[in-house]
């Protein structure tokens, strides 16, 4: 269960990770693909509905070509 005090910052991750995406010019598909996750799952990581495990996390930031750290500067 998804502890109360962690929603805001789900939701600043999920936006921050939106934002990134679209400086990159990715859709979330893409994203998805390329991070071997699902769109579902893309989607809801940002609009901050889900947490991501390290392992998701790195798969992104790689498919982003960003470092781990500039997915967590929000």
Known sequence: MKSERHIDELKKFGKHLKN???EKKI???DLANESDLS???ISR???GIISSSLSQLISISKSLNISLSQLFDF
């Open 39 to 41: 769109l579902s799952q």
């Open 20 to 22: 990134l995406r679209i």
């Open 45 to 47: 990581i940002e609009r």
């Open 27 to 29: 859709s979330q598909e």
